[in-house]
């Protein structure tokens, strides 16, 4: 025990002013980061930077995607979005579960699900 | 020394990898007149030069199968073929031998749903005066409609329709023709990502500034005003085309004449209200929207399925009929209104 | 180099690839979320024997690991990698400028930070092009770090004491460069 209260002693105030200053750096840019737009009634999936799928969160419907290591599968149900099936070892994307704000990544299989704009029914050309 | 050097390489680096995009990526718009309606080509460009003599060549290119190709103008090779229906085959140009071809094509897939041949017919009706043929005159007139009579020599690069009286009409296939030449004139010239549409025969490639697609509507076909949309979706290397019975029409009696009339009855088809066709080119995008308005709704997904080709099918009651593989790509806008007629 | 101290750096490497290993198998409930434990051992490492040492043994323990987990060449491995290079050299920097400064726990802070802000830039550089998933996740992996910086530094300095208390060692006095007995 005596050990450890030498290493806490050895602890400079450099240290703290270290400490301090990185927490609140850390807390500001969460709340700079709640304020970003990671969030809207669209989704878009993409896989090794190339955008696949922009989905309305107002549609019930599922997706699959192809990524390096198989077939990542997506759902959208009442305007919350999630991964339910992925090829990934640890399916840590999958646990993410559901979300409405923010973004899931499968690394493995380079899949990422971004929460984005809103869907304002803009388009470049009309057919009819 | 050395140390302190590598460690602020190392932090330059990584604040170096949240620097953003230099080059200044623009979409550039612009519209011509041409083959009887509005066609806007929008380009995706670094450069307002390089833009403007991309999309020049692309109405220059537009222009030139318009002239080719349109059954008004006595200089057009369709005009010189019907001309010498019955007499004899006439030489015609590369991309005409081609758009032929393909109608050809289309026609043999479809059963005959799409048939150049029909304008004999669909000239019997006048959508200005709102008048319609007797049942006597179609009858006598429906022979003339048979794509198998127009015969196309490859060698000789020759059409020919075997009966006088027949007529072939580009219309419903030259647009979309016209959207594939112009795409790849805009490609050889460089441009990266551009969006062509000939009316509502569109065709699309690449991606927009930002990487975000491009995205089009599909109009109501019972709409308001020309920004009433049922669905949207992106399109991403490739074409659309939608054939209505609210383009051309009348309404006489409760019952609404249309333009896509049944090569086989002569008479305007029923049951469909619009059809929209995608797939990777607007030559057949254009002609299939067609076909599958004559053949219905059944029949038109099956022949979609079988050709590869997506389509969205809005029937008579408004309710709308999707090949599945389209599901997942159209987002439907919510309000669907359709006005209930014949 | 003595052959005490040789066989130290083979064992604290073995440590090293022990601490990695054990954390990588366990179950993380949020993603990407490593505490990084492996990095005691660089910390540790570096003090007493030097920026070399120290970089010698994370290259070996990345390497190891990944060939042992299968992950060699994997995203796994590239951001392991970067975190472990970039961190081991600033903390080496850090510790060479600021020795007087920081204790180990101010040290094990920054490096804990570098590896962090390392593969967060390297996640967005190679994997995922996405800036604003990025930053969405990033304060929350950086406020991990200083929890995991600070528990890598305090246990270094505590293991340098056990360690200094049993054998004689050999260190490279960061300001003069002489070797001198602790």
């Keep these: 025990m005596s050990l450890l209260k030498e290493t806490l002693k050895e602890i400079t105030i450099y240290d703290w002013a270290l400490l301090v200053a990185l927490i609140l750096l850390s807390v500001s840019g969460l709340f700079l980061v709640k304020g970003l737009a990671l969030s809207g009634n669209t989704a878009s999936i993409e896989v090794n930077g190339k955008l696949l799928y922009r989905l309305s969160l107002n549609e019930d419907r599922t997706v699959e995607v192809h990524g390096p290591i198989g077939i990542t599968r997506v759902e959208v149900k009442q305007g919350k979005i999630r991964i339910t099936d992925s090829p990934c070892p640890n399916k840590l994307c999958i646990r993410q579960g559901w979300i409405k704000r923010g973004a899931i990544i499968c690394l493995p299989n380079r899949v990422v699900v971004t929460i984005g704009g809103d869907d304002t029914g803009e388009v470049d050309a009309i057919s009819g | ?342 | 180099m003595q052959s005490q101290d040789r066989l130290r750096i083979a064992i604290l490497a073995a440590y090293a690839i022990g601490l990695h290993g054990l954390e990588r198998m366990i179950p993380a409930p949020v993603p990407w979320l490593r505490f990084g434990f492996a990095n005691i051992i660089t910390l540790t490492a570096l003090i007493l024997y030097g920026l070399r040492v120290a970089m010698t043994i994370t290259l070996i323990r990345v390497l190891i690991v990944s060939l042992l987990t299968g992950s060699f060449l994997g995203p796994g491995f590239v951001l392991s990698l970067g975190g472990g290079v970039a961190s081991t050299l600033i903390m080496g920097g850090a510790y060479s400028l600021f020795s007087g400064i920081f204790s180990p726990v101010g040290i094990g802070l920054i490096g804990a930070m570098a590896h962090n802000l390392t593969q967060l830039s390297l996640a967005y550089l190679l994997f995922i092009r996405r800036i604003e998933a990025i930053l969405f996740v990033a304060p929350l992996i950086l406020f991990l770090g200083i929890i995991t910086g600070l528990f890598n530094g305090m246990a270094s300095g505590l293991l340098l004491k056990k360690l200094g208390e049993k054998i004689t060692v050999t260190q490279l006095n960061p300001k003069t460069k002489e070797e001198e007995k602790i």
């Design chain 2, 1 to 342: 020394m050395k140390r302190f050097l590598f460690i602020t390489l190392n932090l330059l680096l990584i604040l170096s990898s949240f620097s953003c995009n230099l080059r200044k990526e623009e979409t550039y718009r612009k519209s011509e007149f041409l083959m009887d309606t509005i066609v806007t080509i929008t380009v995706v460009s670094d450069s307002e030069k390089k833009a403007g003599d991309a999309m020049d060549k692309a109405f220059a290119e537009i222009k030139r199968l318009g002239q080719l190709l349109n059954s008004f103008s006595p200089d057009s090779e369709i005009s010189a073929i019907n001309r010498n229906a019955g007499i004899s085959p006439v030489k015609i140009s590369p991309d005409t031998y081609t758009l032929l071809e393909k109608g050809i094509e289309v026609s043999t897939e479809t059963g005959g749903a799409f048939d150049m041949t029909v304008g004999v017919v669909v000239n019997l009706y006048d959508f200005h005066k709102k008048t319609h043929p007797s049942d006597a005159l179609i009858r006598e007139k429906l022979p003339l409609v048979n794509f198998r009579d127009l015969i196309l020599n490859k060698d000789k690069r020759t059409a020919f329709l075997k009966r006088k009286g027949m007529s072939v009409d580009a219309g419903g296939i030259a647009k979309g023709y016209a959207a594939d030449r112009a795409t790849a004139v805009l490609k050889s010239a460089g441009i990266k990502a551009a969006l062509v549409a000939v009316a509502g025969d569109i065709r699309a490639y690449g991606l927009k500034p930002g990487e975000t697609p491009w995205r089009v509507g599909i109009r109501n076909p019972r709409g308001k005003g020309m920004d009433d949309i049922i669905a949207t979706l992106e399109l991403r290397d490739m074409a659309i085309s939608t054939s209505g019975d609210y383009e051309r029409f009348f309404i006489e009696n409760g019952k609404r004449y249309h333009h896509l009339i049944d090569p086989k009855t002569g008479y305007p088809a029923g049951g469909v209200m619009s059809v929209t066709v995608v797939g990777p080119l607007a030559v057949y995008t254009d002609s299939l929207a067609t076909a599958l308005f004559i053949s219905g709704i059944e029949k038109g997904l099956k022949i979609a399925g079988t050709l590869g080709y997506d389509t969205l099918m809005i029937d008579k009651a408004g309710k709308i009929h999707m090949t599945d593989s389209l599901k997942n790509k159209i987002t439907l806008q919510p309000r669907i209104k359709t006005n209930k007629d014949k």
